[in-house]
């Protein structure tokens, strides 16, 4: 008899632990799905933000909005992680990252521009 009941608790206790663990993971899937949407958001208002300034073409929209994308998302993990020093540090390195890659997709009037919008936020 003690054999049953303590066969029950264990298959009990295992039961409710797999549902836990099904819960966390279905949480963790859904935080990320939101930074991934919010990066996306992100990235097109940025994009859609530097169309008409710079004068961008349909291939340097994609290049932009896919290098927006990318560095939202970096930093959108980065947020859920990080304390606050590493928060900074990381956007730093990523803004350097920004800069490099904007250099490589804008022509030099574009890239010039950029800077100077750059300066006001």
């Not at 929209?61 to 992680?81: C, D, I, N, P, W």
């Not at 390195?93 to 006001?120: P, T």
């Amino acid at each position: 008899m003690k054999k049953n009941i303590l066969l029950i608790a264990a298959a009990t206790f295992l039961f409710l632990g797999n549902q836990s663990m099904t819960a966390q993971t279905k949480i963790k899937k859904e935080t990320q799905s939101a930074v991934i949407q919010k990066s996306n958001i992100n990235a097109k208002e940025k994009t859609m933000n530097l169309i008409r300034p710079l004068g961008l073409n349909d291939k340097q929209q994609e290049q932009v909005y896919s290098l927006f994308e990318k560095t939202e998302e970096k930093m959108g993990r980065a947020g859920t992680e990080a304390d606050a020093k590493q928060l900074e540090a990381k956007q730093a390195k990523i803004d350097q990252y920004i800069m490099s890659k904007m250099k490589e997709i804008l022509n030099e009037e574009q890239y010039n521009k950029y800077l100077e919008l750059v300066k006001d936020f």
